[in-house]
Nanobody
Framework: QVQLVESGGGLVQAGASLRLSCAAS????????MGWFRQAPGEEREFVAL?????????????RYADSVKGRFTISRDNAENTVYLQMNSLKPEDTAVYYC?????????????????WGQGTQVTVSS
C-alpha cells in the first residue's frame, strides 16, 4: 500500500511558475515509477510527466514528458524525502487542471493512467490570462 499526497497548487497568472510536491508513504520501495497527470473540466485525465525510481532500471534515471509541457515542466525526485516534484514554468491558461500524483509498481514504463496503481487526491492549478 502506498499513500500519496499532493500540494503546491494555486491560482497564478500566465507566465508564472509553480512547484507541485507529491509526498509518498507506505511501501514506497515497491514503486517503479511516479507520474503526474492532470484533468481539466470536460476533459479526460492526461499524462504530464513521469520519473522512474532510482535503481529500478540499469541505466540513467528516466523521465518522460507530454509534448504540451516539454521544455516548460521538470519532474524530479528527492529519494531521501520520498517526494516527487513537478516544477512548472511559463504557465499557460491551458495548463489549468487538477493535477494528480500517481505511483506504478509494474516495472514497466507507462503513460496510461489506468495502468498506475496508486493515486493522490489532486491539487488544483488555475492559470489566468
Amino acid at each position: 500500500q502506498v499513500q500519496l499526497v499532493e500540494s503546491g497548487g494555486g491560482l497564478v497568472q500566465a507566465g508564472a511558475s509553480l512547484r507541485l510536491s507529491c509526498a509518498a508513504s507506505g511501501r514506497t520501495s515497491s514503486t517503479y515509477a511516479m507520474g503526474w497527470f492532470r484533468q481539466a473540466p470536460g476533459e479526460e485525465r492526461e499524462f504530464v510527466a513521469l520519473i522512474t525510481r532510482r535503481g529500478s532500471i540499469r541505466r540513467n534515471e528516466l523521465t518522460r514528458y507530454a509534448d504540451s509541457v516539454k521544455g516548460r515542466f521538470t519532474i524530479s525526485r528527492d529519494n531521501a524525502e520520498n517526494t516527487v516534484y513537478l516544477q512548472m514554468n511559463s504557465l499557460k491558461p491551458e495548463d489549468t487542471a487538477v493535477y494528480y500524483c500517481a505511483a506504478d509498481v509494474s516495472g514497466v514504463v507507462t503513460t496510461t493512467p489506468s495502468e498506475y496503481d496508486y493515486w493522490g487526491q489532486g491539487t488544483q492549478v488555475t492559470v489566468s490570462s
